[in-house]
């Protein structure tokens, strides 16, 4: 089987790559700039999501295309790169006969929801321009019945090079002593390894007879690795060999902390009120359905993936 992979020098895109070449899979790496192959079943074909001439030989030939590419960065390009490029790998893909579209959006588009379990039922509000690019891409995969489609939403994907700097920042106060707790002991944190999103990815490959149910074109699935947010600090604490932080401080001192200082001290704080919605959040994302259809659990645990960014970040 030959699968196409877009975004395959990105965070989540090499880790695909590497999954899917160790598996013996024949696999096709769009790439802006010209890359050569020292693996015998990878081929760098050079080329843009947004450019259609250059999608001749990148999906000629292939069963399968996985978009990982997107643009996180520079909200000028979330339109362009998030919402046209994927019309544009879509209608190639068409074009090229290709049988499997598996597209990666975000659970960053759900409805805020402070309790509880976030399926792929519930509702979708864009908070900023580059989750709304996520849905109007969404959008027009669920509207195209051309292709078979793979929707998945995963949740915070980390690991040692991650692009975001906010884990390891929270990763620094621990090391320094300054962390603390925030409200209920239930509080959640969202965090699943690239790893294990890749795995995922390969497994719907493996899978692909599970794609379509009930004669549904597009299917959307969640991929989470959700556990409680002490437990996540705690491993944290483990592998950066200091003790694990207890203090705790109620909800509403702190938000009422955070108000005064924008209302009257002004202080520059590493803590927002965005970051403390984060930190303070219980509810969950269920990958119930996606565990049922492909009959698949994380198999690299927080433990391993944590002690790599450690090990990255911190050389400990």
């Known amino acids: 089987m030959k699968i196409a992979v877009t975004g395959a020098s990105g965070f989540l895109g090499k880790y695909l790559v ?23 079943n990878l081929t760098w074909i050079k080329g843009e999501l947004n450019d259609s001439d250059s999608h001749d030989l990148f999906l000629s030939g292939c ?3 996985c978009n990982c590419a997107g643009e996180i960065n520079n909200q000028d390009n ?4 998030n919402v046209e490029g994927v019309k ?19 659970a960053g588009i759900y409805k805020e929801k402070f309790d509880g379990s976030i399926d792929e039922g519930h509702g979708i509000f864009s908070e900023n321009s580059y989750e709304d690019s996520k ?13 078979r489609t793979v929707i998945l939403r995963p949740t915070t994907i980390y690991g040692p090079d991650m692009p975001n700097e906010s884990l390891k920042a929270l990763f620094k106060t621990v090391l320094e002593r300054k ?50 947010l002490s437990e996540f600090i ?7 060999r200091v003790q694990a932080p207890k203090l705790r401080f109620p909800l ?35 990958s119930e359905k996606y565990i049922k259809t492909y009959s698949w659990y994380p198999p690299i645990p927080h433990e391993e993936t944590i002690g790599e960014c450690v090990q990255s970040w911190f050389k400990i």
């Not at 007879?209 to 409680?228: P, W």
Request: charge should be positive.
């Open 179 to 228: 962390f603390f707790f925030i409200g209920s002991r239930r509080v959640i944190s969202s965090y699943i390894s690239v790893k294990n999103v890749a795995d995922a990815i390969k497994r719907v490959i493996e899978r692909n007879d599970k794609v379509c149910i009930d004669d549904i074109k597009t299917n959307i699935y969640n991929i989470s690795d959700d556990v409680l």
């Open 63 to 65: 069963d399968v295309i």
């Open 135 to 147: 849905v109007q891409a969404e959008n027009f995969l669920l509207n195209s019945s051309s292709l």
């Open 18 to 40: 590497e999954i899917l070449t160790s598996n013996e899979f024949q696999v096709k790496a769009l790439s802006r700039k010209p890359r050569i192959s020292t693996i015998s």
């Open 252 to 286: 509403f001192i702190i938000s009422l902390f955070l108000w005064l200082n924008d209302h009257l001290i002004g202080l520059k704080l590493p803590l927002t009120k965005s970051r403390l919605k984060h930190l303070t959040k219980k509810s969950t994302f269920s």
């Open 234 to 240: 705690s491993i944290a604490s483990e592998k950066m």
């Open 88 to 106: 544009k790998i879509y209608e190639s893909s068409i074009r090229f006969g290709v049988k499997l579209f598996i597209h990666v959006s975000s």
């Open 78 to 81: 979330f339109k362009s790169s």
